[in-house]
């Protein structure tokens, strides 16, 4: 390969949340517990990755910065321009202008606006279960309240969305917007278009408008690609309002530099008006020289290399799980560098707790995250975006310590 996905980069002491909280549960209550004496963290909890970004990237942010003047400024040409490459040619974005998008601090922040903007105090919005555990989390700080939507495992595996029982809690609870999570976190589902059709046909019938959150519409593998809700169809186009941001394709997540596309004006307005009314919602000039660094043709290139390693981990892990760990159950992703386990058959055969397998996993480093945060009364989150070595690690302390001590 061009670039380099096999150095383990030592992360300590470069401010980096995914190895320096490790241990400090004061700082948020999820974060892992530290290894005992003789183990080194191998951080897969945060879903931020252990590679190096593509080197345009800095390469843009320092060219930037050899001018000594960071004053105020706006968005460039060159800004907006990388965007609707990127999207038009690796999304299949139709039509797609400049006015359509907008700068957000963070994908939370385009959501809570939007929250705001198109609901009220009390009342209830769909979200999917399993669900990424930051959105219900703004839902329920805004005096909302979130309503699940059961994602089921088909009998292959495959998650799938439940049309007729989201049709019954939109109907049940006078629900009208949905936040809706595309390629999906922590499932690892990459919806087909003919999901996305149903899908929107149901948010249709109810009037329900849509957030969807496309963060990691770059990480999909063989055979599975991402379709932008906002391309689904007419109606989609003028009732989603669509969050996107290199931060996950790129390891970008410190800089914050996510951005919006809506094509409908008046609901683009709403939006846009609540974000910058009610708090600051500026970019940062590097992080803009970020972002075009990372569309670029080297980006695409880059992106494109990154796929094969974690397709490669991702095969290696749940081969591994489906070989040697009896009673657990994990979906190959089609998208994300996620996995979700499924420990309720282990649990009922060794007897053990949840607990007691995440904290045997945490004190021989394996950094892993509690899946019930996420809406898994029994599963266990995984990152595996770290090189493959980190990776067999990872396996080989579970194997020896966790599974089949």
């Known amino acids: 390969m061009k670039y380099d996905f096999t150095s383990i980069i030592d992360r300590h002491g470069k401010d980096a949340s995914a190895v320096e909280s490790i241990g400090h549960k004061e ?21 931020d990755m252990n590679f190096a970004t593509c080197p345009t990237i800095p390469a843009a942010m320092i060219e930037r910065a050899k001018h000594p003047l960071y004053g105020y400024f706006f968005p460039s040409d060159a800004y907006y321009n990388a965007i609707i490459g990127w999207q038009t040619e690796c999304h299949g974005f139709r039509e797609l202008k400049r006015e359509y998008i907008g700068y957000e601090n ?45 994602l089921k495992k088909d009998e292959n595996g495959i998650w799938r969305m439940d049309y007729e029982d989201m049709d019954a809690k939109l109907k049940a609870n006078n629900i009208h917007l ?27 019938a109810n009037q329900c408008y849509v957030i969807s959150d496309e963060i990691w519409a770059d990480i999909t593998y063989t055979g599975h690609q991402h379709t932008p809700t906002l391309m689904v169809n007419d109606w989609a186009r003028e009732h989603t309002v669509a969050v996107y941001a290199p931060s996950k394709t790129f390891n970008l997540a410190g800089l914050i530099g996510s951005y919006h596309i809506i094509y409908n004006k008046y609901l683009r307005d709403r939006v846009t008006a ?15 020289h970020a972002l ?47 996995l979700f386990l499924d420990l309720t058959d282990y649990c009922r055969r060794t007897g053990k707790t949840l607990d007691q397998v995440i904290k045997a996993g945490w004190d021989v480093g394996v950094a892993w995250q509690d899946g019930r945060a996420f809406n898994g009364p029994c599963h266990i989150r995984m990152n595996l975006a770290s090189p493959l070595s980190r990776i067999q690690e990872a396996f080989h302390r579970l194997d020896k310590y966790v599974f089949n001590a």
């Open 106 to 150: 963070g994908v939370h922040g385009c959501v809570t606006s939007a929250v705001q903007t198109l609901t009220a105090p009390g009342d209830k919005v769909l979200l999917h279960s399993p669900t990424y555990v930051g959105f219900a989390a703004d839902v329920e700080y805004l005096g909302r309240t979130s309503v699940y939507s059961p």
């Open 178 to 204: 949905a936040i809706f999570c595309s390629p999906h976190n922590p499932a690892g589902r990459v919806w087909e278009r003919w999901e996305l059709e149903k899908a929107m046909e149901v948010f249709e």
């Open 27 to 47: 700082l948020w209550p999820v974060i892992p517990d530290a290894p005992k004496e003789g183990f080194d963290p191998i951080p897969m909890w945060v879903a």
């Open 292 to 338: 075009i660094g990372a569309y670029s043709d080297e980006g695409r290139e880059w992106v494109s290399e990154l796929l094969q390693v974690l397709e490669g981990n991702c095969k290696y892990a749940c081969d591994h799980i489906r070989q040697h760990y009896d009673g657990v159950d994990v979906s190959m992703p089609q998208g994300t560098y996620m």
């Open 274 to 288: 609540h974000g910058d009314n009610t708090h600051y919602n500026e970019m940062n000039v590097l992080s803009m």
